[in-house]
């Protein structure tokens, strides 16, 4: 089984400085628990069996991160499973274009996916890639894991949060999450009776669709940067409800990619 991922990503690939995190602990959290409400109890059991504890999807979300200090599958940081660094000013053709010629640089989050959610569907009772498309495709839709390659993702754009500092990466990995004062629970909770409305007619979006999207909201916060103030107040106020629906398409398309596997 391990070989097999090691197999996913080969060739003349640059090594890439990683952007560790993506959406943080909390935020993979959600994720995972929206998609766990919306799967059938048939899936659910099956889901749950494979990784061998009831909520099981929850649990394994940030193993994906957790194992960067490791040597279990360095070449998924090393290789930028976690992240497609894609350039300003593309064209939604252009960004459609690299989900499937895959970009030779910027890291490797579509080649991944895409290889993983291939093995999970021949074996459905792969453990490790289940574990790894878990958080994966939560990945899929964090904006600032479609940043530019220049600045990692955001990681080089310093800002300041409240007046300490940081930088722009970290900030959607989790301190606009933060901001709103919820656990995991409780925030997965007020998605889905906040969005639910919208579920039928995300389902029917292409993915292509849902990628362009998430493109454009990174554009957005590179654009939002340039006249940034430093009010945090300001910006959570401007970005919160980007940021959630994020998360909630991420759920949603995290289950019905299960659904249609299991």
């Not at 400085?17 to 929206?34: N, S, T, Y």
């Not at 901001?179 to 995300?202: P, V, W």
């Not at 389902?203 to 990174?218: A, I, P």
Request: with cysteine.
């Amino acid at each position: 089984m391990k070989r097999q991922l090691f197999a996913i990503i080969c060739g003349t690939m640059l090594l890439m400085p990683a952007q560790l995190l993506a959406w943080g602990q909390k935020g993979h959290r959600i994720i995972a628990e929206v998609a766990y409400h919306y799967l059938s109890a048939g899936t659910r059991t099956k889901v749950d069996k494979v990784l061998g504890q009831k909520h099981g999807m929850v649990y394994v979300a940030n193993w994906a991160d957790e194992i960067k200090s490791d040597t279990i599958y360095p070449e998924s940081i090393a290789d930028g499973w976690h992240f497609q660094d894609l350039g300003a000013g593309l064209t939604d053709e252009q960004v459609i274009a690299m989900m499937t010629d895959y970009p030779k640089e910027g890291g490797n989050l579509y080649r991944a996916t895409d290889s993983i959610r291939a093995l999970l569907k021949k074996d459905p009772n792969n453990r490790l890639a289940l574990t790894f498309i878990v958080h994966l495709e939560g990945d899929r839709y964090c904006p600032m894991h479609f940043g530019h390659l220049e600045d990692y993702g955001g990681n080089k754009i310093k800002m300041k949060w409240f007046g300490s500092n940081t930088n722009l990466h970290s900030v959607w990995d989790g301190k606009l999450i933060d901001s709103q004062g919820y656990s995991y629970t409780e925030y997965a909770a007020f998605l889905i009776d906040a969005y639910d409305s919208k579920r039928k007619e995300l389902l029917k979006r292409s993915e292509e669709d849902l990628m362009v999207e998430t493109y454009h909201l990174t554009s957005d916060i590179y654009n939002y940067q340039d006249t940034f103030n430093g009010n945090t107040y300001h910006y959570i106020y401007h970005f919160h409800q980007a940021m959630e629906w994020q998360l909630y398409k991420a759920g949603v398309r995290l289950a019905m990619l299960l659904e249609d596997i299991f």
